[in-house]
């Protein structure tokens, strides 16, 4: 007798015996699906899932006790590993620090915003990520902004002590690039990595911007004064010699005509004499034939 049969009662219908055994199957399915849905971890594209319980090798031949998962899924082990999650999504971190010293002793109050996430780079001999697991997992979202800010604010210090508040204030692309430079090496360190930095605001308490900024704007005041009258003289010398130019045209043109009446007329004088000379030799020639008739007729 099976063993199925031997906790049956004897006189139960082998229908009902068919029923308990697709009973006890769906109830052995529903526990394997239970189970899986238990063990099974599926990693969102905005997520990393670290795996802890087991060792493995690094590329750099360090033994680590973790496995990461990024886009991907991967069944749990039960009882021999656990699984956390570290989220990937971008964190915006206003940085701030008030009273800074920079190149030349002058304090100064700088406002920024920073986009900070986790990096996901597991690739290479030294992974960012491994960083971040080891030094930030467990930590709470406002825990790692926290630690992002505090790093930030003392690069920014380091960076201002390095520029003049001339060159803080004239050239903000440029100072936020020497604090992305500057911070990207120590948010490495961290597993964080650096999006995009932002120079919002500069100003300082002793009013030293504030003149430097009036001394520049009478600076472009003054050189657009004198941009203004060099225009304007150059204006008066172009209309000047427009009029001069005008007045030559007219003069030559005046003289042209005079030279053209002045040949016509003696082109009129030289035919006038032409046909005065004509006129008097064909008189003349009249008279001779004249008297040459008279004297042949006597």
Do not use: W
């Amino acid at each position: 007798m099976s063993p199925l049969g031997a906790i049956l009662p004897a006189a139960m219908h082998p229908m009902a015996v068919l029923g308990v055994f697709v009973g006890v199957i769906l109830l052995v399915l529903l526990l394997l699906y239970g189970l899986v849905r238990r063990i099974l971890y599926i990693c969102q594209p905005n997520e990393v899932l670290i795996f802890t319980g087991k060792h493995r090798i690094r590329g750099d031949g360090r033994t680590v006790g973790f496995q990461t998962i990024q886009g991907g899924k991967k069944l749990r082990i039960p009882l021999l590993e656990r699984v956390d999650k570290m989220d990937l999504t971008n964190m915006t971190i206003e940085v701030s620090v008030r009273g800074a010293f920079s190149k030349g002793g002058i304090p100064l109050t700088v406002q920024g915003v920073a986009n900070v996430k986790i990096s996901s780079d597991s690739e290479g001999s030294t992974p960012v990520l491994h960083n971040a697991i080891e030094r930030l997992l467990g930590k709470r979202r406002d825990e790692i902004m926290a630690v992002a800010k505090d790093t930030l604010d003392g690069n920014l210090r380091g960076v201002l002590a390095k520029m003049t508040p001339e060159e803080v204030n004239e050239d903000k692309i440029k100072f936020g690039q020497l604090l992305l430079e500057e911070a990207d090496h120590d948010l490495i360190k961290l597993g964080l990595e650096l999006n995009t930095l932002k120079i919002q605001n500069v100003t300082d308490e002793v009013g030293y911007l504030d003149s430097i900024g009036r001394v520049k704007s009478a600076e472009i005041k003054r050189n657009a004064l004198i941009a203004e009258a060099q225009a304007r003289a150059l204006s008066t010398v172009r209309d000047a010699e427009n009029r001069q130019d005008t007045e030559l045209a007219r003069i030559e043109a005046e003289i042209r005509t005079s030279r053209a009446e002045t040949e016509r007329r003696v082109a009129d004088a030289l035919t006038k004499k032409d046909a005065m000379v004509a006129e008097s030799r064909g008189q003349i020639l009249a008279a001779v034939a004249k008297a040459t008739a008279e004297i042949e007729v006597q």
